[in-house]
């Protein structure tokens, strides 16, 4: 083959090639130029979360440093979405005190949240001699001097995004809400008032 041939055939497939990036490049502009729509047009927020009620009907502290917790929340979770449903595929929602998980996990069972769909749950929470550090339970005993248990309901677990018949991958969810318990001797220990949780997605 003669130079000349040679140089054709380079240059026929650099023109190829050029050819190939160039469709590659316009199918990858196009896929992202549609998610841009999609995400314009849907606006996904996270879902909303709150703790309306909760009660402590057991908070122990036996020697040495060993903590018994029952309580029951009710949790308030809303789709502010109005185009996008939520899978809860998997959640756990437990009760922690000043940073300490005191209670095991409690599964909620998998379920589906509509556009602007509202869910109320309201798990028992349980933990068994639980132990616990020398520095918690002297700052409970504080606490229950001073008439404020300040607890945390966290939520844990995985969800789903529904547009039309699309269902995307899995996502973490983490939730955090904040419940100040008022303590009176002898009696149930009561969320002071309904407050807000915030959400990681």
Known sequence: MSAKG??????????LYRRLFALFLTIIIAILFVILVIWL??????????????TIYQFNVTAPNILSTTLQVTLYCRNPNDRIGIYYSKLYVYASYRNQQITL????????????????????LYGSSVPVSTYLTSALSG?????????????????????????????????????????????AIRLQQPSGCSVDV
């Open 6 to 15: 040679k140089d054709c055939g380079n240059h026929t497939r650099k023109k």
């Open 41 to 54: 047009v849907l606006r996904p927020t996270k879902p909303r979360f709150s703790i309306q009620d909760a």
């Open 105 to 124: 996990p409690t599964v909620i069972l998998p379920n589906y949240q509509g556009h602007n769909d509202i869910t109320v749950w309201s798990p028992f």
């Open 143 to 187: 606490d229950e001097n001073a008439g404020f248990i300040p607890v945390s309901i966290k939520l844990d677990g995985r969800v789903k995004w529904k547009v039309g018949t699309w269902i995307s991958g899995h996502y973490h969810i983490y939730v955090n809400c904040p419940a100040y318990m008022i303590y009176s001797p002898g009696s």
